[in-house]
C-alpha cells in the first residue's frame, strides 16, 4: 500500500475510534453498569450461574456496522426472546390466518406464565406468553423434533449469521420442572389448540429457550427485523418480508411481558425480553439493539437493558410515534462508521 493510502486507513480507523456513538454507548455502559437493582433468575438453579456484573450492549445499524461494549460475546439462554422468532417461522409455515386461528395477539397483562385462555375462542392470548408460544412450537413444521428443531436453529442462524448451541443443562432442566407449562399445553390439548405430539413440541419449545446466544446475537436479530428480514450485515433474509411487520407489532404489544404496555409508552420499540437477562429492540429502519444484563426487575425484565433502551429511545427520538427533533441526529453521531470486526 502506499504512503497516502496507509494515512487514508489510519485517518479511517481514527474517526471509527472516536465515532461519537461508540463513546456515547460507552458512556452509557459505564453510567449503568453500577446499578444493582434486580435480581438473577433462580427457578432452575443454571440461570443462577449468572454473574450480576455481566453487561454488555451492542447496536447494529440497517446498513451493516456494529457498536458494542462491555460482554457481547457472553453466552446466556435467549429464553422468551426466542418466541417472537418462533412466531416468525410459523407464519411462514402456515401463514397468518392459520396462526391466527390457534393463537390471538391480545395482550394479556399478566405474568408470561399465566394459564389463562381467551374465553370466547380458548385461544391463548398472544405468542409472547408460554401458552402461545407453545401453540405457535406446535406449528413449526418438520417430521420429527429433530428436524423440527434443525429448521429452528437454521432460521437463527439466518438471523445472526452464525450457529448456535442448545444449552443441554438449561434445557433438561426447563424439562425436568416444566410442569406449569405441560398443564397449559393439556388445557390447550382439550380445546384443539395444539396438536397431539405434546411431549415433542414441549421439548422445542424448552430447546427453543435454550439456544446459546450473546447480546451481538440480539442486535443481529433486531437488525435484521429493522432491515425488514435481511440482515444487514450477511444480507441473508432470514423471514418473508411479509411477516416481519407481524412480528414487530406483537413484540411492541406484549413483547415485555406485563410490563409491554408501560414498555411501548416510555420507549416505543418492538421488542423481546428473556428471563435469562437479555432484550432485543428493534427501531425499524434504523437499528437493532441487543442487550445483556441478568439482573431482572419483578416482571422478569432486565434493568440494566430496560434502562440502555430508555436513554437511546429518548436521545435518539427513536420511540415509534416520536415526531419531535431528537436531542441527538442518529446519522450524525453514527458517522464515523464502527470498528468491531465481524
Ligand atoms: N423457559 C421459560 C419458561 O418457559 C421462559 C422464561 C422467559 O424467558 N420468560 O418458563
Redesign the pocket.
Known amino acids: 500500500m502506499s504512503d497516502l493510502g496507509d494515512l487514508q486507513s489510519l485517518a479511517s480507523s481514527i474517526t471509527a475510534v472516536t465515532s461519537p456513538f461508540r463513546n456515547y454507548l460507552n458512556d452509557l455502559h459505564e453510567k449503568y453498569q453500577s446499578l444493582n437493582d434486580g435480581a438473577i433468575?433462580n427457578?432452575i438453579p443454571e440461570l443462577e450461574l449468572a454473574k450480576p456484573e455481566w453487561f454488555g450492549i451492542c447496536v447494529v445499524t440497517n446498513d451493516g456496522q456494529i457498536f458494542e461494549v462491555g460482554e457481547c460475546d457472553q453466552l446466556f439462554?435467549i429464553?422468551?426472546?426466542s418466541?417472537a422468532f418462533i412466531f416468525g417461522l410459523a407464519l411462514e409455515d402456515y401463514g397468518r390466518e392459520y396462526v391466527n386461528s390457534k393463537v390471538s395477539v391480545e395482550p394479556t397483562g399478566e405474568a408470561?406464565?399465566s394459564i389463562v385462555l381467551d374465553e370466547a375462542t380458548n385461544r391463548p392470548y398472544n405468542p409472547m406468553v408460554?401458552a402461545g408460544?407453545i401453540a405457535t412450537a406446535d406449528l413449526i413444521k418438520g417430521k420429527n423434533g429433530t428436524e423440527r428443531l434443525k429448521r429452528v436453529l437454521a432460521m437463527f442462524k439466518r438471523y445472526t449469521g452464525r450457529d448456535h448451541d442448545i444449552n443441554v443443562p438449561v434445557f433438561l432442566s426447563?424439562k425436568s420442572t416444566?410442569n406449569?407449562?405441560r398443564a397449559m399445553t393439556y388445557l390447550m390439548l382439550n380445546f384443539g389448540m395444539v396438536s397431539e405430539k405434546i411431549d415433542e413440541t414441549l421439548d422445542l419449545?424448552?430447546q427453543q429457550?435454550?439456544i446459546m446466544v450473546n447480546a451481538r446475537d440480539l442486535a443481529m436479530l433486531s437488525a435484521t427485523l429493522a432491515n425488514g428480514g435481511i440482515n444487514p450485515v450477511t444480507k441473508e433474509r432470514a423471514i418473508d418480508e411479509r411477516y416481519v411487520q407481524d412480528v414487530v407489532t406483537v413484540m411492541l404489544t406484549c413483547g415485555m411481558?406485563d410490563a409491554s404496555g408501560e414498555w411501548a409508552y416510555r420507549i416505543g420499540m418492538p421488542a423481546k425480553?428473556?428471563?435469562?437477562g437479555g432484550i432485543a429492540a428493534v427501531a425499524p429502519g434504523k437499528l437493532g439493539i441487543g442487550t445483556f444484563s441478568p439482573l431482572l426487575d419483578a416482571k422478569?425484565n432486565s434493568v440494566r437493558g430496560i434502562k440502555v433502551c430508555e436513554d437511546l429511545s429518548k436521545d435518539f427520538g427513536l420511540h415509534l410515534f416520536n415526531v419531535a427533533q431528537p436531542e441527538k441526529n442518529l446519522q450524525e453521531w453514527i458517522e464515523g462508521g464502527s470498528v468491531d470486526d465481524w
Request: proline share 0%; aromatic share 20%.
Open positions: 433468575a427457578y439462554t429464553q422468551s426472546i418466541k408470561f406464565n408460554n408460544a426447563e416444566g406449569r407449562n419449545y424448552f429457550c435454550s411481558y425480553s428473556g428471563v435469562g422478569g
